[in-house]
């Protein structure tokens, strides 16, 4: 007779679908129902991330052309385009580069940082970079906006989706988790490394082709925005690692604010 337990079974892979639905429902507020949370889900989940990203840049983008189109300002517009993801996520990854910046700012140990970074407020390292950060991403938007619509819509568009690529990047195998708990540890290490990167070189690919229309500088110069910008976050990413012994969730935010605004940056001096 045999008495040998049986073994737990394997989970069964998660479906594009499971993976679109982690993806909208962890990165974004739109109601959609998550039916799977566990670590085949995220894995489709965090290779799907550019997808959220790209539907919350085109809201935004929308939403600043629509002002333009009634008469508002450059400036009016870029405010109104920078709030649509700040609402999109209830806050949080600006929240999570503030909290990133209090940590990295503090100069402790990692479990004094992390401790630092839970805690609800906010403190003068995080306040000052919040508005750095807000003042960048409006002001290169203005620029864009004030040559047109069409540019500032492609431009948000691309920075979005650059953001949470770097998500993406950073949820590579390999990245460990600075704490066991949270999305942080949920989503750590989840990507295998040759589809991670995978996903970042089709989002460069693509980026150079939505500057097809502005001709050779134009695709040049998405290019460049999109592999700045992921660069960027990349070193944030290094940083993080070095300094808390991993990632949380406030590290994804902060990359994915860093990917944004580099991304804005790049192409409002272009």
């Known amino acids: ?12 892979p998660a ?3 499971d993976g679109v639905r982690f993806a909208f429902g962890t990165l974004t507020v739109l109601r959609v129902k998550v039916p799977r949370w566990d670590r085949e889900a995220a894995r489709q989940g965090m290779r799907c991330a550019p997808l959220a990203g790209l539907v919350v840049g085109l809201a935004a983008a929308a939403l600043g052309a629509v ?8 400036l009016l517009a870029a405010v109104a385009t920078v709030a649509v993801p700040a609402a999109l996520t209830r806050g949080l990854h600006l929240d999570g580069i503030a909290d990133v910046a209090d940590g990295l700012g503090s100069g402790k140990p990692a479990d004094d940082a992390l401790r630092i970074m839970k805690q609800s407020d906010i403190g003068p390292f995080g306040v000052l970079t919040l508005v750095l950060v807000l003042l960048a991403q409006v002001a290169a938007i203005a620029e864009l906006y004030a040559e047109g619509w069409a540019f500032g819509a ?8 650059a953001a949470r690529t770097a998500l993406t990047l950073a949820a590579r195998a390999g ?14 290490g989840v990507v295998p490394v040759r589809s991670a990167y995978g996903v970042g070189a089709a989002v460069v690919a ?22 700045l910008g992921l660069a960027a976050a990349e070193a944030l990413l290094r940083r993080c690692v070095r300094r808390f012994g991993g990632v949380t969730g406030d590290v994804f935010g902060a990359l994915a604010e860093t990917a944004a605004t580099t991304a804005l940056v790049v192409l409002a001096l272009g």
Request: some cysteine; proline content about 12%; charged content about 5%.
């Open 1 to 12: 007779m045999d008495t040998t337990p049986p073994q737990p079974s394997a989970p069964a």
């Open 15 to 17: 479906t594009l679908m």
């Open 67 to 74: 002002l333009l189109v009634l008469g508002a300002g450059p």
């Open 154 to 161: 492609a431009a948000f568009a691309l920075a979005s989706v």
């Open 175 to 188: 990245v460990p988790a600075a704490r066991p708990e949270g999305l942080g540890a949920a989503v750590a």
């Open 206 to 227: 693509l980026a150079a082709c939505a500057g097809v229309p502005e001709g050779a500088a134009g695709t040049v110069r998405y290019a460049a925005a999109a592999v």
